[in-house]
């Protein structure tokens, strides 16, 4: 059954709209920004695309208002939903903060216009960011040294954990998980927090999974902040929607991991990944207050100044976004969700039938199997992804829009035909 969750906020913004209204609110955006083939803009580092390259004269351009925006060439450096920005791209960073509001708000929960946030590279960069200001956050209000502050996460978190761990110079602390279905004991993290306690650790940034990148796994975000509660330390919670942000909402009503909970200060959403939108499309959200504290004020000559960890970042990506939520409108991304769901349940029952172990959260479309129960030839085959390439112990499939049935049925009669085979080896 098809559930439909609303956010009682507002459904103002997020509307499914014909194609001729998308394409005719981003060429409208185009016109509000600077044209660098008409005007004489002579102070600014950048231009449209190489016309000697890329066709800028192309008839196609006129029905492509994504390809024309390319050719526009963008730049959304800083961050829009803070006052000022410039100006010369005004057009385009409207609709990068319609984005940023239907995200915030109208997928997670949050109150209207309490949020800021960009279009980031991807997932990776979104973490970084919020590492980055929670970082600077207890260095700037409690006078925190980087030695005192610690990254709290799962051991099914993504690298990028580490990854902002190295380059910002906080100790990264994983916490173990159970084999069979990915959660963290209470008692375990507990005793961690309390030794991290003893070892001088004062501060933590919690970095939640909305659906692991593996696993598909989904923490208990309360579990967290009931022990830090209870051992009264400071700290501040992410939540890496990487991977779920664009799905989890969708397939799951009783959500903790949005804004709808107070302790819940920010989330990575990556809309290349469930959501189709081209390479670099990550999303970092915020509450009011808080990318402030990555505010680089040297770059004085950008108008707003800049908030962010990229920087420059084409404003492109910021409308492929906006153009796929309003293609489907909340409905049909619901229904979309849906049926990816079905999917997942139908792949699940078969293995099961086979006898094949597995493991699946059930409001993910990501089934990771037991690499003991699959030939690595028939993994190659199928390009299914090992959780480690040296000695896989996990095989994952991931059901995207092209994962359908007709192609994971040629996978299930691979794999029935090895347990019948294995079968008959061990009767004779």
């Known amino acids: 059954m098809l559930i439909i969750y609303t956010n009682k906020n507002s459904m103002s913004l997020w509307n499914k709209l014909p194609q001729s209204q998308i394409k005719e609110r981003v060429f409208s955006a185009l016109a509000q920004n600077v044209n660098y083939f008409d005007e004489n803009i002579l102070g600014v580092p950048a231009s449209h695309l190489d016309s000697k390259v890329f066709y800028s004269d192309a008839p196609f351009l006129k029905d492509a208002p994504f390809m024309s925006t390319l050719v526009l ?17 005004a057009g385009t960073q409207a609709i990068e903060r319609e984005v940023i509001e239907i995200c915030a708000t109208e997928i997670l929960r949050g109150e209207s216009g309490q949020f800021d946030g960009y279009v980031a590279s991807g997932g990776t960069e979104a973490n970084m960011q ?6 600077n956050y207890f260095m700037q209000e409690f006078g925190a040294k980087p030695d005192e502050i610690c990254i709290l996460c799962s051991a099914d978190s993504h690298y990028s954990m580490s990854k902002a761990a190295n380059v910002l110079q906080v100790e990264k602390i ?3 998980v159970r084999e069979n279905d990915r959660t963290i004991d209470e008692s375990v993290l507990r005793d961690q927090v309390l030794q991290l306690q003893q070892a001088g650790k004062r501060y933590f940034i919690v970095v939640a999974n909305m659906m692991t990148t593996m696993f598909g796994s989904v ?3 309360n579990l967290y902040t009931n022990v830090l509660d209870e051992l009264q330390c400071i700290y501040r919670v992410h939540v890496d929607g990487a991977y779920g942000g664009f799905f989890y909402p969708f397939s799951e009503k009783n959500n ?9 200060t920010s989330v990575t959403l990556d809309a290349h990944k469930m959501a189709q939108a081209p390479y670099g499309t990550g999303i970092f959200l915020a ?7 990555a505010n680089t004020k040297d770059a004085s000559y950008i108008e707003g100044e800049d908030y962010t960890l990229i920087g420059s970042r084409s404003g492109a990506n910021a409308v492929a976004i906006w153009m796929i939520l309003m293609n489907y409108g909340p409905f049909g991304w ?8 079905e999917r997942t349940n139908w792949l699940c029952k078969r293995l099961q039938d ?12 990501i089934v990771t199997m037991r690499a003991s129960f699959i030939l690595p030839e028939i993994a190659q085959e199928f390009g299914l992804v090992p959780d480690n390439h040296r000695q896989p112990n996990w095989y994952k499939i991931v059901i995207m829009e092209h994962v359908t049935i007709e192609k994971l049925m040629p996978l299930i009669e691979k794999l029935s035909a090895n347990r019948t085979k294995s079968a008959t080896n061990l009767v004779s």
């Open 334 to 341: 619901r229904e979309k969700i849906f049926i990816l769901l």
């Open 287 to 293: 509450r009011k207050g808080f990318i402030e504290y």
């Open 256 to 264: 903790q991991l949005d804004f709808a909970n107070p302790k819940v």
């Open 130 to 135: 919020a590492i980055w200001v929670y970082r």
């Open 219 to 221: 923490d208990d975000v």
């Open 354 to 365: 086979l006898g094949i172990e597995f493991y699946r959260h059930p409001k993910s479309n």
């Open 174 to 176: 994983s916490i173990p």
């Open 73 to 89: 060439n963008p730049n959304h450096i800083g961050c829009h939903t803070l006052g000022e920005s410039e100006h010369f791209f």
